[in-house]
């Protein structure tokens, strides 16, 4: 891997406000975790984990205008609301301006906030970790947690659910990405798969 677990720790440290650094030291910790617990790799987990927010605080327009540029725009939701591009633009950021070349940590970073269907391990993981990353605090969080930790797959699947009840509960839009992760997550559980 070209880029280090460092680097990319010190350039989330250099571009994100206190806050955010804290929430993705966070998310790389709780990742780095659960790798070790289901026996994915752990340095992968953390880089994705410390690499999966680094768009997010670029001034919307400017996500907006990067994902243009770079073509990452692919449903019409993704243009309404734009808050869902910086993991695609951290992805994309990563590969083509720092050399990332790891598949794996870039869909896991690219999937992060949406999913997407056919996720791998390591994308449920960060996925996953970033809704329940110790800071978090919300009814049941710890089920979830646990529900992870005794399994991936359905720990994630449970993670999408609460998504969108919380998503419909709070009337805000469903992007169809998030809609069609859930089908898919089920669908594979069923089939154990
Ligand atoms: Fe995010
Ligand atoms: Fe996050």
Request: aromatic share 8%; glycine share 4%.
């Amino acid at each position: 891997m070209l880029l280090r677990v460092e680097e990319i720790y010190d350039f989330a440290a250099r571009i994100l406000s206190e806050t955010r650094f804290k929430h993705t030291l966070d998310v790389a910790d709780w990742a780095e975790k659960l790798a070790k617990h289901h026996g994915l790799d752990p340095v992968k987990a953390r880089c994705a984990g410390l690499a999966h927010d680094l768009a997010k605080e670029l001034p919307m327009k400017d996500q907006l205008s990067l994902a243009r540029r770079w073509k990452l725009l692919h449903y019409p939701e993704d243009e309404r609301y734009p808050y869902v591009l910086h993991g695609p633009l951290a992805a994309y950021w990563m590969e083509h301006y720092y050399k990332v070349e790891d598949t794996e940590i870039l869909a896991a970073v690219a999937s992060h906030t949406l999913g997407r269907p056919g996720m791998s391990q390591l994308e449920m993981l960060i996925y996953s970790a970033d809704l329940t990353e110790p800071s978090r605090d919300f009814p049941k969080v710890d089920n979830l947690r646990q529900s992870l930790y005794d399994d991936l797959g359905k720990g994630t699947l449970a993670c999408v659910e609460r998504t969108l009840i919380y998503l419909r509960e709070s009337k805000r839009p469903i992007h169809p990405l998030t809609q069609l992760t859930y089908e898919d997550m089920l669908r594979r559980l069923n089939l154990g798969t």
